[in-house]
Nanobody, 129 residues
């Protein structure tokens, strides 16, 4: 059975950094798009970042220049390095993977939650002011 497990969440002061990792079992992440989404308290879940088969990366405007997504094919993991964290980044962060995809993806495809068929359980990130 396919599983995605997130790790690395926690409490951090504003301006600090955290690294989230998504580990996959039963599925090879390099064959598909892997994305990070987040759900702030009382709000809808939103797209954060994604990486496609070619290694192309995609980011929400709110995190560009602060967050970096990367993939380790040997470990079958995708990580999200978050820097210059702000209280507005407080949310539950979810990792998600699509079915096997074409080599290149589109902006609209990677940002749509309906593109993803497997989700992790989420990890809490809290940024204090």
């Amino acid at each position: 059975q396919v599983q995605l497990v997130e790790s690395g969440g926690g409490l951090v002061q504003g301006g600090g950094s955290l690294r989230l990792t998504c580990a996959a079992s039963g599925r090879t992440l390099r064959d598909r798009v892997t994305g990070w989404f987040r759900q702030p308290p009382g709000k809808e879940r939103e797209f954060v970042a994604a990486i496609d088969r070619s290694g192309g990366t995609y980011y929400a405007d709110s995190v560009k220049g602060r967050f970096t997504i990367s993939r380790d094919n040997a470990q079958n993991t995708v990580s999200l390095q978050m820097s210059s964290l702000q209280p507005g980044d407080t949310a539950v962060y979810f990792c998600a993977a699509t079915p096997r995809t074409a080599f290149f993806a589109s902006d609209s495809y990677v940002a749509a939650q309906t593109s993803y068929d497997t989700w992790g359980q989420g990890t809490q990130v809290t940024v204090s002011s």
